[in-house]
């Protein structure tokens, strides 16, 4: 299963969790009961609620966020294999059309005129990783592709009347087939 | 299952409208509504030609695209804020004249943003992200971009007249805006259980926004001066920040305006207490501060922004969601749980528009994670969010009040039984189609779209014909509900 199909069943197991507190609550609106005890029971369910709250979002956050999920935005990488990509009204240009798989990619982002979004789709025509590209700063994006196929660049920040056509393409071929091109 | 209910406490007389306060209410909301379903009719336009259904060439599109995005913040805006002075009035002296000031500069920043898009043919979107508004290829002049983002500082200097008025009027009750927050509770003492949580709540919204719309402002004439003076360059990132803390928090304040209204009714229809506690000062208290530094999960995918804000953005939007979790939807819930509820239509609105604030910030709080972003950011699984907590969440709550307010000069009750659960059925195959698509990687703001793609544009387009339908008989309802004489109304409601 990837990641947005994992995103998509959490999602619809925590709004089906919120439509079932909704359905309870409101199917036992009709029967009055003491407000003091109605409350009272709430209060004390609400402390572990919160607890709850707490600790998953605390235990999601630190296994989300360790390792950083950015690369370091200060350093060329050594080993990556490097693509330069601008984005312009309403093209893309990159300096590779070919790139090795199992091979970390270190793709430097900007922009020549307004704001793009630079998204990589694979092969299943899903969003494998994106991001900005921004005039007047360059953002490194770091990625190993891991399926040899054709990729697609889409530009996902709106910026202008073509926006939806800026599109461009690369090639991710297995380790041992890639030359340079 | 309506039980009669006792009048006095559902119509307070200190909530009586004089005849001058019915007319600017009437403006408000009459303007509200049919904006709002010319908004709908845009958002419609723009599924069914995603659908192909329609053909829409792409600058129509993304001019409509421009003009629902500002006209529905806008109006959303305007709408609960009149959530906000309703209330608070009963606890402070609002200056009416203010009121009425708000809404002739809305009306005609608005005019200006409608003449910039239609006439000027400007389509820089509703966040005018810099530089786009001076980068049109063509397609528009820089005075219809000017034009766009003086109709937004009409509308910006409008709320803030607002807010400021609500600060004045706060202050002389209640010492300081402090004590108006109930902050002198938070660690101890006894707190009074008389202290409005309208109070609490208009305090919070007017302090923040006002600080957002001043980023705005500043944003605004930053880019003004660029486009009569483009040797004056500005920073795309500051730019950017700026941006998106005034957007993130004018659409959260409308949130925050609206939830007065389920403090405030959801009570008298439950019939049982709900009492303000520490809890809800924290809450309130905490989400000030919260929603003001939240903002950079707009730009994680910027990855030349301070890492250390990156972290924030996640951190904070998954702390955002404690107060809605357990303070709010919780103690709504818990007001409405064996209460023997009288399920009139500003009930039923109050309680869909927790299920949507509660549900629509599920898939939000998860796209604030940035490794989740990476894979989300910018396709339909955003507006998929957004329009769940504002069409199903916000939207309700001014509806409720809206229904509250013409009480029994309400048309029909065709609503209750038929129009009201189209409205939800629409509203969840309209948001579902979004979320939908956007875990299938369907960008956002396209105007065209790939074959695969179609199946969830139809299901979002059917979705909002329906939501549309429903919303044409709310409109109707309340408008000729609001219209009728006041002595065909309910007796202890209006005066004059």
């Known amino acids: 299963m990837i990641a947005q199909d994992k995103v998509w069943m959490l999602t619809l197991a925590g709004i089906g969790l919120v439509t079932l507190a909704f359905i309870y609550v409101i199917a036992n609106a009709g029967k009055p009961a003491d407000s003091a005890q109605v409350q009272k029971s709430a209060y004390a369910i609400r402390r572990w609620w919160f607890l709850a709250l707490v600790l998953a979002g605390a235990g999601v956050a630190y296994a989300t966020l360790k390792p950083f999920p950015i690369g370091d935005q200060s350093a060329q990488s050594q080993t990556a294999q490097i693509v330069d990509a601008v984005g312009r009204q309403w093209s893309w240009q990159l300096s590779r059309s070919q790139l090795k798989a199992g091979v970390p990619v270190q793709f430097n982002v900007t922009s020549a005129d307004v704001n793009h979004g630079f998204a990589i789709y694979g092969p299943n025509d899903r969003i494998v990783t994106q991001v900005q590209a921004m005039p007047g700063f360059t953002n490194r994006l770091l990625y190993t592709f891991t399926e040899p196929g054709k990729y697609r660049v889409l530009c996902l920040e709106y910026c202008g009347v073509a926006h939806h056509g800026m599109a461009a393409e690369f090639d991710v071929v297995a380790a041992d087939d890639g030359g340079r091109k | ?496």
């Open chain 2, 1 to 496: 299952m309506s039980a009669t209910l006792p009048v006095d406490s559902l119509y307070p007389a200190n909530e009586a409208l004089s005849r001058a306060e019915r007319i600017v209410v009437n403006l408000y909301v009459i303007s509200a509504l049919v904006v709002f379903v010319l908004m709908m009719l845009l958002g419609l336009t723009m599924r069914m030609g995603q659908s192909t259904w329609l053909e829409v060439p792409p600058d129509v599109f993304y001019q409509v695209m421009t003009a629902h995005g500002a006209g529905m913040v806008g109006t959303i805006g305007l709408a609960s804020s009149v959530v906000m002075w309703f209330f608070l009035r009963k606890y402070v002296r609002l200056s009416l004249s203010i009121f009425a000031a708000n809404y002739a500069l809305f009306m005609l920043g608005a005019l200006a943003i409608l003449g910039s898009v239609f006439i000027g043919r400007y389509a820089g979107a509703w966040t005018f992200l810099y530089p786009l508004p001076v980068h049109s290829m063509g397609l528009w002049s820089l005075n219809a971009a000017a034009l766009f983002m003086l109709g937004y500082l009409l509308i910006g200097v409008g709320f803030l007249l607002f807010y400021l008025d609500a600060m004045l009027a706060i202050i002389r009750v209640y010492g300081n805006l402090g004590r108006a927050l109930g902050l002198q509770w938070l660690f101890g003492g006894e707190i009074d259980k008389s202290h409005p949580k309208t109070v609490v709540a208009s305090t919070m919204v007017a302090i923040t926004n006002s600080i957002g719309i001043l980023a705005g402002a500043v944003v605004l004439v930053m880019c003004l001066v660029n486009i009569y003076f483009p040797s004056v360059g500005l920073n795309a990132l500051l730019v950017k920040n700026l941006t998106f803390l005034f957007g993130h928090m004018f659409i959260n304040a409308s949130i925050y305006m609206g939830v007065i209204a389920v403090y405030e009714l959801l009570p008298r229809y439950s019939g049982r207490p709900y009492p303000i506690s520490r809890a809800f000062l924290w809450s309130w208290a905490s989400s000030l501060v919260m929603v003001l530094i939240v903002y950079p999960h707009h730009l994680l995918m910027d990855y030349v922004m301070p890492h250390w804000m990156l972290v924030m953005g996640q951190v904070i939007s998954y702390c955002a969601g404690l107060p809605v979790f357990t303070v709010t939807v919780y103690g709504a819930l818990t007001n409405v749980y064996r209460s023997g509820m009288r399920w009139r239509m500003p009930a039923k609105l109050l309680m869909l528009s927790m299920f949507g604030w509660a549900a629509g910030i599920v898939p939000a709080i998860i796209d604030g994670t940035i490794s989740v972003n990476r894979l989300m950011h910018n396709t339909q699984w955003v507006p998929g969010h957004f329009h769940f907590y504002l069409l199903l969440g916000v939207l309700p709550m001014v509806l409720a009040l809206m229904y509250h307010v013409i009480g029994e000069r309400a048309p029909s009750r065709a609503s209750d039984t038929l129009t009201f659960p189209l409205y939800i059925f629409g509203g969840l195959v309209f948001v579902f189609a979004f979320l939908a698509a956007g875990h299938m990687s369907t960008p956002r703001r396209f105007a065209a779209h790939l074959p695969q793609w179609l199946a969830y544009d139809r299901m979002g387009a059917i979705g909002a014909a329906l939501v549309i339908t429903a919303m044409l008989v709310f409109t109707v309802q309340i408008v000729v509900g609001l219209l009728r004489s006041p002595g065909n109304g309910h007796p202890a409601h209006a005066v004059g």
